[in-house]
């Protein structure tokens, strides 16, 4: 075997060729140095890797640190969108009344009185009585006042007295809060009124408010026992349990 291995590697040196066992060690040569250099190649990409752990985790304390951010700033501009329909009505209200624009910040925790407070007082020209409404109607009337803040007696409050006059027909009456409804009656209204279910009531001109200010729709119509008058319950105009910010007027609508 050996013999004819070399006559063979004789004859192809004679003729020029490689010999068949110069083919097979370069051959294995090859495939050494080739494994050789992906086992480099792939040694050097592990360190290349171990080395730049640190680098991939900070720049991924970076990306959450950003993405809270952004998760943060979304946060407050859904918020701001969320308050733009009731500041642009409040801007609206203000150019047609005047007034000290003010911001619900506490309510009555038992909602025994039926009160809220705002963020404006007397520093800002508030004062006891003065109407408080938003742009949907009347909210109610300044009851007590300090410094930086007043507290507003809500009209569904039960000893709450508006006057108030149905817009079609011009019939008045009182509007005044239905004890734990959180519904307004329109009472003492004539037996006379023809009053309708759906009806809108609004303020009459008094001392708190200028006449026209809704203070809400008709729903229901009854009779007292023996009374001389009819009584009709109020849907409110504003819907005080979304109550945020409002504005202070005058009865003329005179800055407060």
């Known amino acids: 075997m050996t013999a004819l291995i070399a006559l063979i590697q004789i004859e192809a040196a004679r003729s020029g060729r490689p010999g068949i066992i110069t083919v097979a060690v370069q051959s294995v040569a090859v495939w050494v140095e080739g494994a050789v250099a992906a086992t480099g190649n792939a040694a050097r990409a592990a360190a290349a890797a ?15 640190t950003d993405l809270h951010a952004l998760k943060l700033q979304n946060r407050a501009l859904r918020e701001e969108l969320a308050q733009e329909p009731d500041a642009l009505a409040l801007v609206r209200a203000q150019a047609r009344s005047g007034g000290v624009a003010a911001r619900v910040v506490g309510f009555d925790p038992e909602d025994v009185a039926r009160t809220v407070t705002v963020d404006r007082g007397s520093s800002a020209g508030v004062r006891m009585r003065a109407g408080v409404v938003t742009d949907d109607g009347v909210v109610g ?37 239905v004890p734990q409804s959180g519904e307004i009656a329109f009472e003492y209204v004539s037996q006379d009124a023809k009053l309708r279910i759906g009806d809108l009531v609004v303020t009459g001109e008094g001392r708190s408010f200028r006449a026209g200010i809704p203070v809400g729709r008709i729903e229901k119509i009854f009779y007292p026992q023996g009374a001389l008058y009819q009584t009709a319950i109020l849907r409110p105009a504003v819907r005080f349990g979304r109550l945020d910010r409002v504005l202070v007027i005058d009865g003329d609508g005179a800055p407060r």
């Open 50 to 64: 171990v080395v730049s752990i640190p680098r991939f985790a900070a720049e991924n304390a970076e990306l959450r």
């Open 141 to 177: 009337r300044v009851l007590a006042v300090t410094p930086f803040a007043a507290t507003v007696q809500l009209i569904t409050d039960a000893t709450s007295k508006i006057p108030a006059v149905a817009q079609r027909g011009r019939w008045w009456g009182i509007a005044t809060g």
